[in-house]
């Protein structure tokens, strides 16, 4: 296990019913004035809206409202908010809904006090002050609740980069009731519980020796989210799956699972090129290119990925040929991704592979570049196969 520095400052309110402590959140964490950031509709759908507006009435905070934030959030957005929250002398920014509008206001609360463009933050340029952010969330798949990153597509190039990686982007707290995501529609569903999964995986494959106690971590939550998600799927009311989830989603990245060890992240670093090119959910792409991912590279630790296999999804272990085993695992976790209605091929979220060497040209203008990756390098010929693969 390598040396660590674990630092997770975010409250966390859980359970049906803790969003009427909304307001008084704000107000414990300084707030006086709010810039609420969410998407389309479904939070008045599903009485998030109502709810967090009567508890920040009750605990007389005034507010200002940013509605619309898109799944793969743009960095149109993000000026709109800066602007409104600078000229509204807002003071804390609380999003409300699932990953895109907690990574909007993110990237608002670093702009807000930053002479320059936000932008610069997503090059790599250290940010150094914030506003702070708090979410109510209504969805279980990013754990931007929770975690010090965040992910914003930059309009007319379209890049989509997630290079900021600080603890200052953590919310100072996070309402989580299960109940609001009992009314998602079934896909956005599996694509979460997808994204989770994923979240874990791309720690889990790791170089690093002796880190049993995170993997053991790892195992069980992957565990948790492969069975609880059917559930969810069967019975959108089921509260205890919906609430397994959305704690699980948490977990899985606010990096508890993650220290001490090196961690991969290819998997996510080449779906961000596809879901900008194809604005899929993010979850759908990664379907489509972890279990690419997966059979290029298991031949680097093939007694990890039959780890992965025994563990998480019961394969018998071959002991004479492990690497059975290790593609049994992928074929278990195909299987899996489909049983939830998550698509495992190119065609099925529009892709076409006449367009990967695009894709890769396009990661190489990222900071960092090539090559990326965790448990072995992937370099611009590595990509290229592994979006092959998945175009099969």
């Known amino acids: 296990m390598n040396n660590f520095t674990f630092y997770s400052p975010t409250l966390f309110a859980f359970g049906d019913g803790e969003e009427k402590n909304t307001g008084a959140l704000v107000r414990r964490f300084g707030g006086t004035k709010v810039l609420m950031v969410y998407g389309g509709g479904s939070i008045k759908r ?70 320059g463009d936000f932008w610069d933050f997503y090059s790599k340029k250290a940010a150094e002050k914030t506003v702070p952010v708090g979410v109510v969330l209504t969805l279980s798949a990013t ?51 997808t994204d989770m999964l994923s979240h874990i995986m791309e720690r889990y494959f790791t170089p690093t020796e002796h880190v049993d106690v995170t993997d053991r971590l790892c195992e069980g939550l992957m565990k948790t989210i492969l069975t609880a998600a059917p559930k969810a799927l069967e019975d959108p009311s089921d509260y205890n799956a919906r609430a397994d989830l959305m704690w699980a989603g948490m977990l899985a990245h606010n990096n508890l699972c993650g220290v001490g060890r090196r961690q991969d992240w290819a998997s996510h670093q080449i779906e ?31 007694a990890r990925f039959a780890q992965f296999a025994v563990r998480v999804f019961g394969c018998e272990m071959d002991f004479r040929q492990p690497e059975n085993t290790a593609r049994a695992g992928v074929e278990r976790l ?44 992937i370099h611009e010929d590595d990509m290229a196969a592994i979006l092959e693969l998945a175009a099969r």
């Open 143 to 193: 754990g931007s609740e929770a975690s010090d990153s965040s992910v914003i597509t930059l309009e007319g190039e379209n890049l989509k980069w997630g290079n900021i990686k600080s603890d200052i982007y953590r919310p100072v707290f996070a309402v989580m009731n299960p109940r609001y995501t009992c009314s998602l529609p079934a896909y956005q569903t599996a694509s979460g519980a």
């Open 334 to 377: 195909v299987a899996w991704l489909r049983s939830i209605g998550m698509p495992t091929t190119f065609a099925e979220i529009g892709a076409k592979a006449g367009d990967i060497p695009a894709m890769v040209a396009h990661r190489a203008k990222k900071p960092g570049g090539f090559p990326f990756g965790g448990i072995t390098p």
């Open 46 to 115: 599903n009485g998030a809206y109502d709810d967090v507006a009567a508890s920040l009435r009750a605990a007389g905070i005034p507010w200002v409202e940013l509605g619309g934030v898109q799944p793969n959030p743009r960095s149109g957005k993000v000026y709109e908010g800066i602007e409104l929250c600078r000229r509204e002398g807002a003071d804390f920014i609380l999003a409300v809904g699932g990953g895109s509008a907690i990574d909007t206001a993110k990237a608002i609360g670093v702009g807000v006090p930053y002479d």
């Open 272 to 302: 961000h090129e596809l879901s900008a090119l194809y604005d899929c959910a993010h979850g759908a792409g990664l379907a489509v290119v972890t279990p690419a991912w997966m059979n290029y590279v298991m031949d680097r630790d093939i």
